[in-house]
């Protein structure tokens, strides 16, 4: 009798994990779109219904865990990361993260300085004069709308524009961290 109360346990578990598994993200299932009305739409196999973006943990890495919900606030699907969707999809969702003002828009860069394991930048951004930390180790990753993506030690992101919309001086200190 124990084991058959094992394997309807084990057959629950297989169940919820499989629910769960459908909500994840990858590169095979998951379509997010911007549609004609503005919105996002997010689905799979053909079938899709307007989300909205809601980030969840952790707060300190604001491209992670993003659930994606509907109308009647039921989550559509959890992507873990960013990099885990298809290119098209990814895009979408990268600006509609930067829309939602989750990574700080660089438009001048007035000082970068390395010190021991830690690279201090000093930048004038959209919102203002930010003053942040990398590791040493850290680099630059391509933004999904262009650019730059530049992830600081508290997990707070900003987006360098393409070389040719900075100033000559902003330029020639972002170009050592340019491949």
Same mark, same amino acid.
């Given at each position: 009798?124990?084991?058959?109360?094992?394997?309807?346990?084990?057959?629950?578990?297989?169940?919820?994990?499989?629910?769960?598994?459908? +909500?994840?993200?990858?590169?095979?299932?998951? @379509?997010?779109?911007? @549609?004609?009305?503005?919105?996002?739409?997010?689905?799979?196999?053909?079938?899709?219904?307007?989300?909205?973006?809601?980030?969840?943990?952790?707060?300190?890495?604001?491209? @992670?865990?993003?659930?994606?919900?509907?109308a009647?606030?039921?989550?559509?699907?959890?992507?873990?990361r960013?990099?885990?969707?298809?290119?098209?999809?990814?895009?979408?969702?990268?600006?509609?993260?930067?829309?939602?003002?989750?990574?700080?828009d660089?438009?001048?860069?007035?000082? #970068?300085?390395?010190?021991?394991?830690?690279?201090?930048?000093?930048?004038? $951004?959209?919102?203002?004069?930010?003053?942040?930390? $990398?590791?040493?180790?850290?680099?630059?990753?391509?933004?999904?709308?262009?650019g730059?993506?530049?992830?600081?030690?508290?997990?707070?992101?900003?987006? #360098?524009?393409?070389?040719?919309?900075?100033?000559? +001086?902003?330029?020639? +200190?972002?170009?050592?961290?340019?491949?």
């Amino acid at each position: 009798m124990q084991h058959d109360n094992h394997q309807h346990s084990d057959e629950r578990s297989d169940k919820h994990s499989d629910k769960h598994s459908d +909500k994840r993200a990858d590169k095979s299932g998951l @379509r997010v779109e911007r @549609r004609v009305d503005g919105r996002l739409w997010a689905g799979r196999d053909g079938s899709a219904v307007p989300v909205r973006m809601v980030r969840c943990f952790p707060w300190s890495s604001p491209a @992670r865990m993003l659930s994606l919900r509907d109308a009647d606030d039921a989550e559509v699907a959890l992507v873990a990361r960013l990099s885990d969707l298809e290119d098209g999809s990814r895009e979408v969702l990268g600006e509609a993260l930067l829309e939602a003002g989750f990574v700080l828009d660089v438009v001048e860069v007035l000082e #970068i300085e390395e010190d021991v394991e830690i690279r201090r930048w000093q930048v004038r $951004t959209r919102q203002g004069d930010r003053s942040f930390q $990398t590791a040493l180790d850290a680099w630059p990753r391509d933004a999904p709308t262009g650019g730059l993506l530049m992830e600081d030690v508290a997990g707070d992101l900003f987006r #360098i524009p393409p070389l040719d919309e900075l100033d000559l +001086k902003s330029q020639k +200190k972002v170009w050592a961290f340019i491949d």
